[in-house]
């Protein structure tokens, strides 16, 4: 076993020997807690046999640990001053690719497209929390072939991916995911299990991806639409909320709305952060079609 980079010790010798500048812009803390990571690495499951992207290797403390467990680590690195340290301290490992690029325009299906047949892909990440969302949802939209991604997040992000209806922290986001995946707690994680300590708190969440997103509805984009609106005006009913939506974009009066509200018996005054995935889904289907139905009968 090689001597690990994520202890308080080997990192701030590291740092030094290469007068490692953080940039804050980045995101740049370096988790320095084994005992973390050890949790990450337990979560992942990982094999021989899992292709694992990384995003945001830092100083290498994640990827040497993937590196030991799985069959191939792709990490993507945005800051060129981090690759010759990779460079020097994975260089006993011949199972990782460490690609320059700033994950957001990485083309994710050719690059998964590369990867050896028969591979389960996973994403395994301490990530940048200022573009958490962007790649989060930019793997999920792609519907990429991905088991699941285990990632640290700021807590509070946690905590509104995996909220349910009715609590203040579900909304837009725990939608979208929970569209896509089953998300499950790891672990809490407190500022000074970092290199510089991040003014939030972490957590590690897994997010298990679903082989079928968990409803059915007749138009993915539009379902995603009327989240956005459910959710975008929290003080306005659900109705209010939705008929300002409809006004901007595609003409939908009250008493349509209220239609599709009593198909579903829903109450006028409910707000659209009680309603669970599955009520959403319904409610854009029944909206979709009224649309059709109103732009067909004006043609
Ligand atoms: N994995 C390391 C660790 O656990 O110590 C570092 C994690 S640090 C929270 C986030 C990393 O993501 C930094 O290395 C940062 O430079 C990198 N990063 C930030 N924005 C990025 C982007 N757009 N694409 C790829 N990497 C990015």
Redesign the pocket.
């Known amino acids: 076993m090689k001597q690990k980079i994520a202890s308080p010790a080997k990192t701030r010798e590291i740092l030094n020997q290469y007068d490692f500048i953080f940039?804050k812009r980045?995101?740049?803390?370096?988790?320095i807690d084994l005992h973390v990571l050890n949790k990450i690495i337990q979560a992942a499951d990982l094999s021989s046999n899992d292709y694992v992207i990384e995003?945001?290797?830092?100083?290498g403390?994640?990827t040497q640990a993937l590196a030991e467990e799985a069959g191939q680590v792709i990490a993507?690195?945005?800051?060129k001053q981090?690759v010759p340290i990779l460079q020097e301290t994975l260089k006993e490992y011949d199972n990782i690719t460490i690609l320059n690029?700033?994950?957001?325009q990485v083309d994710m299906e050719e690059l998964l497209a590369k990867r050896p047949l028969g591979t389960a892909v996973k994403v395994v990440?301490?990530?940048?929390y200022y573009?958490t969302t962007p790649i989060i949802m930019g793997l999920l939209e792609k519907k990429l072939p991905l088991e699941h991604i285990t990632v640290m997040v700021q807590k509070e992000v946690a905590d509104r991916m995996r909220a349910v209806p009715g609590t203040k922290d579900y909304g837009a986001l725990s939608v979208a995911v929970q569209y896509y995946c089953e998300p499950y707690l790891v672990a809490n994680v407190p500022a000074h299990c970092f290199i510089p300590r991040p003014n939030v708190g972490s957590a590690v969440i897994q997010l298990r991806v679903l082989e079928e997103p968990r409803i059915r509805v007749e138009n993915e984009s539009f379902f995603f639409q009327i989240v956005r609106a459910a959710f975008a005006q929290r003080r306005k009913t659900l109705l209010n909320a939705l008929y300002h939506y409809f006004q901007k974009e595609i003409s939908l009066s009250k008493e349509e709305i209220v239609s599709c509200f009593k198909v579903m018996g829903l109450e006028e005054k409910i707000r659209g952060e009680t309603l669970t995935i599955e009520q959403l889904g319904t409610l854009s289907d029944l909206l979709y079609s009224m649309i059709r139905k109103t732009s067909s009968n004006t043609k």
């Not at 980045?26 to 988790?31: I, K, P």
């Not at 995003?55 to 100083?59: R, S, T, Y």
């Not at 993507?76 to 800051?79: L, M, T």
């Not at 990440?125 to 940048?128: G, V």
């Open positions: 940039q980045y995101g740049q803390n370096f988790l995003v945001g290797p830092g100083i403390s994640l993507i690195e945005i800051d981090l690029e700033d994950v957001l990440a301490n990530l940048p573009i």
